[in-house]
C-alpha cells in the first residue's frame, strides 16, 4: 500500500497507480481494451490468474468505476466504463515501450487504426509546436497543487535550468 | 509474482509490467523524470518508502537498465539511462487519465514544453489520419507474435467486427 503520505495525495500517477498501478490490473484492462474479455473465464483462461485474486481485482475495478458489472442471462459480464476506456492511451504507451525495450523478437501486437488500418502511435505534443521529445517536458505545478508545494517544485525547476 | 505464463511472454505490456509494473517503481521514475531526483534520500524523503523497500527497486531498477548507479562524491547517485528515460511518454499519458478521472481539485502538475511553456499532451494518432479516438484502435497481431496465436487474434477482431 502506498499509505497516504502527502506527496502521493497531490499527483495523478499516485491517484492513478492507486486505482490500476498493479500488474494483474493493468493486464486484466488490456485484455477488456484489446482482447474485448468480458466474462471471468475468458480473463481466467487467458491470464492463468488464480480465481481468487481475479475476483478481487475485478470487483476492485467495478468499485473504482472502471469496469461495469452485469448479470445478463445468468453470467456476469464486465464491461469498460468510459472511465476505463480512458485508460487506452496510457497502455498503447506502455506497449511502445516494451516493444522498444523487451521485445527481441519484435512487437507482439500491432495497434491499428480500425478505419483505416494503418499504424497507431502514441505521441507528445506540445500545444504551439507540435510533437516534442519528452525530454523537453517539465513538470510544473498545476491548479491542484497545493501554493507551498508549487513554490518548491517551481524554484527547483529553475536550479536544474541554471545547472 | 505472474509467472510464466505463455500470454505474458508475448505482450508488450506484460513485459513492460514486469519491469515497472508496481506502484513504487512507477513512482521512483517519476521523481527521478520529473523532480530530478538522483540521491537515495531525495527518493526516500519525498515517497515515505520504507528505507529497504526502496533499495530493492532501486537495485531492481538498475538490474533492467532502467536506472545506472554511481558513485561519485563517495554518494550513490541513481540517473535514468535512456531506457528509463523514454518511460516518459507513459508516464505522461497515466498523469493524464488521473487529471480527468482522479483530481478534484484540478492537475496538481502542469506539463509543459521547456522551450516554449506551452502545455504538452499525450495524443493518439493514426500514421495516415493524424489524431484518432482511442476507441478506434485495434490490437492486431505483429511480428513478434506467433502464428499460432496471431491467427486466433485476428478471427477474434473478425468477429467483434461482425458484432
Known sequence: MLGKAYDSQVCSIARTLEIVGERWTLLILRNALFAYSTRFGEFQRSLGIATNVLADRLDGL?????????????????????????????????????????????????????????????????????????????????PGMPADRAELIEARIARVRAG
Open 62 to 142: 467495478v468499485s473504482a468505476g472502471v469496469l461495469e458489472r452485469s448479470d445478463e442471462e445468468g453470467q456476469p459480464e464486465y464491461r469498460l466504463t468510459p472511465k476505463g476506456r480512458d485508460l487506452a492511451t496510457a497502455l498503447i504507451a506502455l506497449t511502445e515501450w516494451g516493444d522498444r525495450w523487451a521485445a527481441p523478437l519484435g512487437a507482439p501486437i500491432e495497434y491499428r487504426h480500425s478505419e483505416c488500418g494503418s499504424p497507431v502511435r502514441v505521441h507528445t505534443r506540445c500545444d504551439a509546436c507540435g510533437q516534442v521529445e519528452a525530454r523537453d517536458v517539465e513538470a510544473h505545478a498545476g
